[in-house]
């Protein structure tokens, strides 16, 4: 059989509910089952005894249609008895767990002590959610997002959730990054000749993806890779759609622009997609040598989902080869 049969074919690096949107839109736009999907891991705690991977979760409940589409996180039809409880005892209720999603941390949990991987884990919940892409960790050790802040370092989940992303960011750290080895699924898949884009998807930049390429030997990777790396501008209209990243752009020096986050990106990119309303940036962008495309980047339903994610697919397997990377070789595309 064709070795690069079972491969994927696109990898997607996704953080929270920007990423996990599009990762749907993907699902739909494409077999799912080339579909992989790098989650950010930075996020992940351990709280009230249990191991929690936010993003995973997103990704995994988004997939399955069973998030909860208001929040962006937890399940839908969610009951709060736990919660409740635990309010009465006095206990800690500032990071909510829903009774049916404390069924997957305690799970989780239970199988990370018997030694089993975070990958394995995954898999086999992505299983019994019937979710046919590859959901995998970006590492099977612990990293761990660090925002600096004037008044000293903070946890992720912390500033997040609840400090609801008041402090101000004056850096991160990702603690952890510089041991943790890739997961080797990932680096194979980077390495492999017949994977045909790398998307970034529209995730913060800093709290989300930087902690994936921070994990050893990532970033290289994704700038050896033969593929066309696409990234989805998380800036729509010169504002953040969801979120902190305006806020974590000024605060760390940038402009909040699509423009910022290309450049943030400029090292391993070939191609960046920006919302119709930044079509004044595409000129800007392609003088930093990036293959630039307009389009509505906003996923408001499905519809807007799938549409973004074809946009995403056409543009690697077409657009994306005229960049820096590959303007010297024959492009489908032409000059
Ligand atoms: N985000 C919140 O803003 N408040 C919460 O109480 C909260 C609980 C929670 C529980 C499980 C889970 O998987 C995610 C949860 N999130 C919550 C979201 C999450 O912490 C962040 O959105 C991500 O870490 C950022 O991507």
Same mark, same amino acid.
């Given at each position: 059989?064709?070795?690069? @049969?079972?491969? $994927?074919?696109? *990898?997607?690096?996704? /953080?929270? #509910? !920007?990423?996990?949107?599009?990762? %749907? +839109? =993907?699902?739909? @736009?494409?077999? $799912?089952?080339? *579909?992989?999907?790098? /989650?950010? #891991? !930075?996020?992940?705690?351990?709280? %009230? +005894? =249990?191991?929690?991977?936010?993003?995973?979760?997103? *990704?995994?409940?988004?997939?399955?249609?069973?998030?909860?589409?208001?929040?962006?996180?937890?399940?839908?039809?969610?009951?709060?008895?736990?919660?409740?409880?635990?309010?009465?005892?006095?206990?800690?209720?500032?990071?909510?767990?829903?009774?049916?999603?404390?069924?997957?941390?305690?799970?989780?949990?239970?199988?990370?002590?018997?030694?089993?991987?975070?990958?394995?884990?995954?898999?086999?919940?992505?299983?019994?959610?019937?979710?046919?892409?590859?959901?995998?960790?970006?590492?099977?050790?612990?990293?761990?997002?660090?925002?600096?802040?004037?008044?000293?370092?903070?946890?992720?989940?912390?500033?997040?959730?609840?400090?609801?992303?008041?402090?101000?960011?004056?850096?991160?750290?990702?603690?952890?990054?510089?041991?943790?080895?890739?997961?080797?699924?990932?680096?194979?898949?980077?390495?492999?000749?017949?994977?045909?884009?790398?998307?970034?998807?529209?995730?913060?930049?800093?709290?989300?993806?930087?902690?994936?390429?921070?994990?050893?030997?990532?970033?290289?990777?994704?700038?050896?890779?033969?593929?066309?790396?696409?990234?989805?501008?998380?800036?729509?209209?010169?504002?953040?759609?969801?979120?902190?990243?305006?806020?974590?752009?000024?605060?760390?020096?940038?402009?909040?622009?699509?423009?910022?986050?290309?450049?943030?990106?400029?090292?391993?990119?070939?191609?960046?997609?920006?919302?119709?309303?930044?079509?004044?940036?595409?000129?800007?962008?392609?003088?930093?040598?990036?293959?630039?495309?307009?389009?509505?980047?906003?996923?408001?339903?499905?519809?807007?989902?799938?549409?973004?994610?074809?946009?995403?697919?056409?543009?690697?397997?077409?657009?994306?080869?005229?960049?820096?990377?590959?303007?010297?070789?024959?492009?489908?595309?032409?000059?």
């Amino acid at each position: 059989m064709n070795p690069s @049969a079972h491969s $994927p074919s696109i *990898l997607a690096l996704s /953080g929270g #509910i !920007g990423g996990a949107k599009l990762a %749907l +839109g =993907l699902t739909h @736009a494409m077999p $799912p089952e080339k *579909l992989m999907i790098i /989650g950010n #891991i !930075g996020d992940d705690f351990v709280h %009230l +005894g =249990l191991n929690i991977s936010p993003d995973l979760d997103t *990704l995994m409940y988004t997939l399955s249609g069973k998030s909860d589409s208001d929040k962006g996180w937890g399940l839908a039809n969610e009951s709060w008895t736990v919660m409740q409880a635990l309010e009465k005892m006095g206990g800690e209720t500032w990071f909510k767990l829903g009774d049916m999603d404390l069924a997957t941390h305690l799970e989780r949990t239970h199988r990370l002590r018997a030694g089993v991987s975070l990958t394995e884990i995954t898999s086999y919940f992505c299983q019994q959610f019937g979710i046919e892409a590859r959901i995998i960790p970006v590492s099977n050790d612990r990293v761990h997002t660090i925002v600096e802040t004037p008044d000293g370092d903070m946890t992720f989940q912390d500033y997040f959730v609840r400090e609801r992303c008041k402090p101000t960011v004056s850096g991160l750290s990702f603690q952890g990054a510089d041991k943790a080895l890739p997961n080797p699924e990932l680096i194979e898949t980077l390495q492999n000749q017949s994977l045909q884009a790398v998307v970034i998807c529209p995730s913060n930049p800093f709290l989300s993806i930087d902690p994936i390429l921070a994990v050893r030997g990532v970033r290289e990777e994704l700038r050896a890779c033969s593929a066309p790396v696409i990234a989805v501008s998380p800036i729509v209209g010169g504002n953040a759609v969801k979120g902190p990243t305006k806020k974590n752009l000024r605060e760390l020096g940038h402009p909040v622009s699509a423009t910022a986050i290309a450049n943030y990106y400029r090292d391993f990119i070939d191609g960046f997609i920006v919302d119709i309303q930044d079509e004044a940036t595409a000129q800007e962008i392609q003088k930093l040598d990036i293959a630039v495309k307009v389009s509505n980047t906003m996923m408001t339903d499905l519809t807007t989902k799938i549409e973004l994610a074809q946009t995403v697919l056409n543009f690697s397997s077409c657009c994306g080869k005229c960049t820096k990377r590959f303007k010297e070789k024959d492009s489908p595309c032409g000059p």
